[in-house]
């Protein structure tokens, strides 16, 4: 099984440029979560996805941000336009059953600069 | 509202003694907990998950935990520590939203001296 895979690993950009996280969640899994992780704030949910539709986007911080999910096997994050204090670690995560003692995979996230 | 909350933002021990990471945990219900593990620029990696079953769990790496309803608990332990062992450790429970919405506890950093 390969995991969550994320993309890019590390980007650095300037600001007011647009970003975009790229994710595929594990085979079969039918959940996926975007998570952001600061110092100041810790790990957040962004949003979450159910069968490719957006069940809870409570947590997007602004107009800025948006999430989709095209089909069962990939996921976008992006920012438009970037600012400094985006800068923060995304972690895609996804799950086979929307269950609350399912176990959530994470990805190795996305480091994000924005300069 | 359910939420965790981790005692210590750092636990230092030397190699070969044991582990001791503390959590408590606020829920209206018959909670989900979790533990996490975090190296250093790596993602999340689930050390062990409690899910109303067993109160002891045990998990990966010798790691194990308790659940103590009485005391709303959830410490996590482990006999002897290795140096690979040095990590951020969260805390982890799931909100009863009808869905996996996780809430973490702000994290516990293992520092292990040889």
């Known amino acids: 099984d390969a995991g969550v895979i994320q993309s890019p690993r590390h980007e650095v950009t300037e600001m007011g440029q647009e970003v975009t996280l790229r994710c595929k969640p594990i085979?079969?899994?039918?959940?996926l979560f975007w998570y952001r992780q600061t110092m100041m704030r810790g790990l957040e949910l962004l949003i979450y996805?159910?069968?490719?539709?957006?069940?809870?986007d409570s947590g997007m911080p602004e107009d800025r941000f948006s999430a989709k999910m095209p089909n069962a096997s990939f996921s976008t994050l992006k920012i438009q336009p970037s600012e400094p204090r985006d800068s923060a670690v995304y972690f895609c995560?996804?799950?086979?059953?929307?269950?609350?003692?399912?176990?959530?995979?994470f990805g190795e996230g996305s480091w994000l600069t924005v300069v | 509202a359910q939420s965790v909350t981790q005692l210590d933002s750092h636990v230092s021990v030397s190699e070969g003694t044991p582990v001791l990471l503390r959590c408590n945990y606020s829920?209206?219900?018959?909670?989900?907990l979790f533990w996490y593990v975090q190296h250093p620029n790596k993602g999340l990696q689930l050390l062990l998950k409690?899910?109303?079953?067993?109160?002891l769990v045990k998990g990966i790496n010798g790691f194990e935990a308790e659940f103590k309803k009485s005391e709303t608990s959830f410490h996590l332990t482990k006999p002897s520590a290795h140096m690979s062992d040095a990590a951020e450790y969260f805390c982890?429970?799931?909100?009863?939203?009808?869905?996996?919405?996780?809430?973490f506890g702000t994290g516990t950093r293992l520092l292990v001296s040889p």
């Open positions: 829920s209206s219900y018959s909670p989900s």
């Open positions: 409690y899910t109303s079953a067993a109160t």
């Open positions: 982890v429970v799931t909100l009863n939203t009808g869905f996996q919405k996780l809430v």
């Open positions: 085979s079969g899994h039918n959940s």
């Open positions: 996805f159910n069968n490719n539709v957006p069940i809870d």
């Open positions: 995560a996804s799950s086979g059953r929307p269950e609350p003692g399912n176990t959530i995979y």
